[in-house]
């Protein structure tokens, strides 16, 4: 991974904003390293698009300290502007123009010379496999092709930082893919760091090295995604038997979480790891017990979500 010549691609220190009475962000600190996927998880509502939009310049804080590669954001927003590339929730692409067009656009609003401009477009037709599409109006465009022609203009400055606003938003599981495959790309080859605000779960816990988890303003965890799934806990093994005789047995001997007495099944607390579910094979085949199956579940990042905040899972299909 390439690094980039700041340590820390972004700091945030008490950061506050409010729209009357009601506080959109309430002191947020963060530290996100260069050549990182960072994700901010939260529901609709949680302050995610407003703080991208602060970090990105577009609106003002009302207090805190915001540093985008060093540069401050209220004091040296153009230095920040150099910087960094915007993706928002919702494909900024011109449907009238093709997509040679709408990326020649972005090449001379970033007053690129003519030689460069050509070859910066036909880099990032090739890399987003749209050069077979580059001559059609993006009016012809599938959900999947425009949201990669989107990143595509978000590269031609070959930005420093990229935030990604809902990036894969009410695309299909093939294209949210190769958007994935984008991202990491990003990182790995060119040492961007991806700053990534997200409602999917799975695409947090697959893409990024850090995770903070926004909830009314607030952010009320920070870290890895093991260290969030570590930190909420909540594994448990799923037994069905074959016989009703080491049904109870199993139901009498270990610790159960839940009981289907009908269908002969026992939710058992277990963390998931091999010396937990090791001991409890050796219990089993000490009993001689029956079991007709077996399913382990570990904590997820819908488990961290719900511990953290109290609602519901992060909805996983988003209205566009």
Known sequence: MTSNHFASALTVTGLRKAYGDHVVLDGIDLDIPAGSIFALLGANGAGKTTMVRIMSTLIRADSGELRVGGHDVARDPDAVRALIGVTGQFSAVDHLLTGDENLLLMADLHRLSRRDRRQRVAELLTRFDLVDAAKRTTATYSGGMRRRLDLAMTLVGRPKVIFLDEPTTGLDPRSRRTMWDSIR????????????????????????????????????????????????????????????????????????????????????????????????LDWLDRDQSDVDDLRIHRPDLDDVFFALTGNPVVDQEPAR
């Open 185 to 280: 790309r990003l990182v790995a080859e060119d040492g961007v760091t991806i700053f990534l605000s997200t409602q999917y779960l799975a695409e947090a816990d697959l893409l990024a090295d850090r995770i903070a988890v926004l909830d009314k303003g607030k952010l009320v965890a920070h870290g890895t995604a093991d260290e969030l799934k570590r930190l909420v806990g909540g594994g448990h093994v799923t037994l069905r038997f074959a016989d009703t005789g080491s049904y109870d047995r199993a139901a009498r001997a270990l610790e159960v979480l839940s009981r289907n007495d009908d269908t002969l099944t026992l939710r058992i607390s277990s963390q998931g790891d091999v010396k937990s579910v090791r001991s409890l």
